[in-house]
T-cell receptor, first 115, second 110 residues
């Protein structure tokens, strides 16, 4: 079955450490996204990528970094510069026609806790 | 930025229809209207999307106002499994960007 896999489901880190969240898709989608969700809130866009080797900052990119070396993979690194990293992180993909009519497909998220 | 406005919460009885409203007064002529729903600790699930005409699928119907400044997601017979947070978002033409608001938390009573 095609889909998006995020791992791990739960992640714990000490403050000051960088951590990388994995996102892999086998849907052959061009566009991939990272969102952050805080309790009781909607989703906020961190980074998105429309094609391999290209990505753009979303609304809350500070303290995060990404890479897109392969079509299937879009890892997110939460750096020590991110002031409030504890959150639920969601990866998504879409066909990427840039027409606004391609539905998003989401993974089941990674819950990151930093203490 | 394209934005949407939804009520924070709604309640419905099981097996009754539910109409979830969304306002998007700044929508442009090429923005698509999408609806997703999310269960606790899961990723959002696609429900339906449309541009101008009303749309139907196995999950729901989408009614779009003639001026496109508002839309309504219709669940024809709510079940307990439909209890979730429903997000109305806009798919912006020429950008692969989607803006999520806080959504509407739907509670379904047995």
């Amino acid at each position: 079955d095609g889909g998006i896999t995020q791992s791990p489901k739960y992640l714990f880190r000490k403050e000051g450490q960088n951590v990388t969240l994995s996102c892999e898709q086998n849907l052959n989608h061009d566009a991939m996204y990272w969102y952050r969700q805080d309790p009781g809130q909607g989703l906020r866009l961190i980074y998105y990528s429309q094609i391999v080797n290209d990505f753009q900052k979303g609304d809350i990119a500070e303290g995060y970094s990404v890479s897109r070396e392969k079509k299937e993979s879009f890892p997110l690194t939460v750096t020590s510069a991110q002031k409030n990293p504890t959150a639920f992180y969601l990866c998504a993909s879409s066909i990427g026609q840039a027409l606004g009519d391609s539905p998003l497909h989401f993974g089941n998220g990674t819950r990151l806790t930093v203490t | 930025d394209a934005k949407t406005t939804q009520p924070n919460s709604m309640e419905s009885n099981e097996e009754e229809p539910v109409h979830l409203p969304c306002n998007h007064s700044t929508i442009s002529g090429t923005d698509y209207i999408h609806w997703y729903r999310q269960l606790p600790s899961q990723g959002p699930e696609y429900v339906i999307h449309g541009l101008t005409s009303n749309v139907n699928n196995r999950m729901a119907s989408l009614a779009i106002a003639e001026d496109r400044k508002s839309s309504t997601l219709i669940l024809h017979r709510a079940t307990l499994r439909d209890a979730a947070v429903y997000y109305c978002i806009l798919g912006v033409y020429n950008f692969n960007k989607f803006y999520f608001g806080s959504g509407t938390k739907l509670n379904v009573k047995p």
